[in-house]
């Protein structure tokens, strides 16, 4: 079975913190690049964040930089996103996103929601 499956989401208040994961399965996830995306209601789908194959590359959104962290796990074909300082602004269904070879791959998403 091809997939992404996305985990961690979830409610927190301005100004704490998330750790989401991406756990892959059925393709050499070593070799893929990998990115988190999210889309808000009414908003167009934002590139979050991406990471190179050996994690020896990453770009972050401008609205996120600082802020958020991705990272790789390739022994446990887990791919992360660290979140910290949120703001309701950050509210988003984030997915998680696979690029190797001619395979494109998206995970079905995980809610986060930033509110008081």
């Known amino acids: 079975q091809v997939q992404l499956v996305e985990s961690g989401g979830g409610l927190v208040q301005p100004g704490g913190s998330l750790r989401l994961s991406c756990a892959a399965s059925?393709?050499?996830?070593?070799?893929?690049?990998m990115s988190w995306y999210r889309q808000a209601p009414g908003k167009e789908r934002e590139l979050v964040a991406r990471?190179?194959?050996?994690?020896?590359?990453?770009n972050y959104a401008d609205s996120v930089k600082g802020r958020f962290t991705i990272s790789r796990d390739n022994a446990k074909n887990t791919m992360y996103l660290q979140m910290n300082s949120l703001r309701a602004e950050d509210t988003a269904v984030y997915h998680c996103?696979?690029?190797?070879?001619?395979?494109?791959?998206w995970g079905q998403g995980t809610q986060v929601t930033v509110s008081s």
């Open positions: 990471i190179s194959s050996a994690s020896d590359s990453t």
């Open positions: 059925g393709f050499t996830f070593r070799s893929a690049a």
């Open positions: 996103y696979a690029k190797a070879g001619w395979l494109e791959l």
